[in-house]
């Protein structure tokens, strides 16, 4: 846009008229005033059509002269305006890494959470969560970044893990919901600056549950006999090999309430709501991304891209800028995960048979840990 424009012949390098000697050209004066000057941007007028050519015939060069400015002047005008307006909206100019960002780059992060709240070291964990925000932190291209959530929620403690460190992120964090952004997700997504929803997304459910499976009918149909030694009564209450009691149920009742009565807060503090009216949005319930907009559960509908271009303003980008998706390195889980997938059974292909190995072993040591835990119970968001 900003490349030079060649001189006309009878211009010199400035782009101003040269006098008839220069321009090997006779004559003592400018061509006759032809009509009102075109402003810029606006199309030729007819006046020029009709300048005196013919009966000046020593003058010609001139009127050529000043019908080749005015269509310069009509042109750069018209370049300037198009870029303008090109600029004008934030444009992406494609994605990249960290490492391809150089010494003034602009940029928006991107985190993807996706699936199940939990502790697996993914973008959907705590530790996941904050390793990629730390690394958007420290670069100095990345100005803001948009989490991309996808998310029916998931663990209570995780989700309010990953809601601190969302709201202790200092610069600009932008959250676009997929399909679904509920519980322990949108607890997190609360502490952002922005929430983008799709009008058919399903968001909120705000509220937290505990599930105990009672197996003991279906043991005894099958003749299994469990002895139990504790320390205390109600130890083995949510093993899943006896039905509640009365009191065990009511203290499990407190629990979940006081469990969610932090999750409450939480989307209070973060959507900037009195703690009474959050309450009355804790239904249990996802809302439509319509719904949501109106109850101040979500702020606007738009897609992942209006979420990324509101990411970039918020970051005081003001032209271009790229995308970099920040991803965990993966875990024993992402990478077992990841060996399932079909589409990524070429990379699995080229992993060393030491690194599998490694990892199997790994896998085996979490599922004995995890045998050995016991209890059949989860307070899920």
């Known amino acids: 846009m900003n490349a030079p424009i060649p001189p006309h012949p009878g211009f010199d390098a400035a782009g101003r008229p040269e006098p008839p000697h220069a ?25 020029y059509a009709a300048a005196p050519v013919a009966r000046a ?28 307006a090109a600029l004008d909206p934030l444009a992406r100019t494609g994605d990249a890494s960290l490492s391809d960002l150089g010494a003034g780059s602009d940029a928006v992060g991107v985190i993807r959470v996706d699936g199940a709240i939990g502790y ?11 390793a990629l925000l730390d690394k958007a932190e420290k670069s100095d291209a990345i100005k803001a970044v948009v989490l991309r959530v996808n998310s029916g929620g998931g663990s209570a403690a995780a989700g309010e893990e990953m809601a601190a460190y969302v709201k202790g992120f200092s610069k600009p964090i932008v959250v676009s919901s997929a399909a679904i952004n509920a519980s322990a997700a949108y607890e997190m997504s609360a502490m ?17 549950v505990m599930q105990i499976t009672d197996l003991s009918e279906l043991m005894e149909k099958l003749g299994i006999a469990r002895d139990t030694v504790k320390s205390a009564p109600s130890k083995d209450s949510s093993y899943g090999i006896r039905p509640l009691t009365d009191d065990e ?4 009742q407190q629990l979940v309430n006081e469990l ?6 939480n989307v209070a503090e973060g959507r900037g709501l009195d703690l009474e009216d959050a309450r009355k949005l804790a239904t249990g319930l996802p809302f439509s991304g319509t719904t949501a907009v109106s109850n101040g559960v979500a702020d606007r509908i738009g897609t992942f891209d209006d979420a990324l271009e509101y990411a970039a303003r918020a970051g005081g980008i003001s ?19 990841a060996l399932l997938s079909s589409s990524v059974r070429e990379f699995a292909g080229s992993v060393s048979k030491e690194v599998v190995s490694d990892v199997m072993r790994g896998l ?18």
């Open 192 to 208: 952002a600056d922005q929430i983008f929803v799709g009008r058919t997304t399903e968001i909120g459910a705000i509220g937290t």
């Open 23 to 47: 321009a090997g050209q006779s004559g003592s004066g400018p061509a006759p005033y032809a009509g009102p000057v075109a402003q810029a941007g606006s199309a030729p007028q007819a006046a």
């Open 319 to 337: 032209r271009s800028y790229r995308v970099v998706e920040l991803e965990p390195k993966p875990s024993d889980l992402g990478f077992l995960r």
């Open 260 to 265: 969610n009565d932090a999750f409450v807060a």
């Open 249 to 252: 149920r009511a203290y499990y």
């Open 364 to 381: 085996a040591d979490d599922l004995k840990d995890e045998l050995k835990e016991g209890p059949a119970h989860d307070l899920a968001r």
């Open 120 to 130: 697996d070291g993914s973008a959907s964990s705590p530790e996941g969560l904050k």
């Open 57 to 84: 015939p020593k003058r010609r060069g001139w009127v050529v002269a000043v019908v080749a400015l005015v269509c310069l002047t009509l042109l750069g005008g018209f370049t300037v305006h198009s870029c303008t």
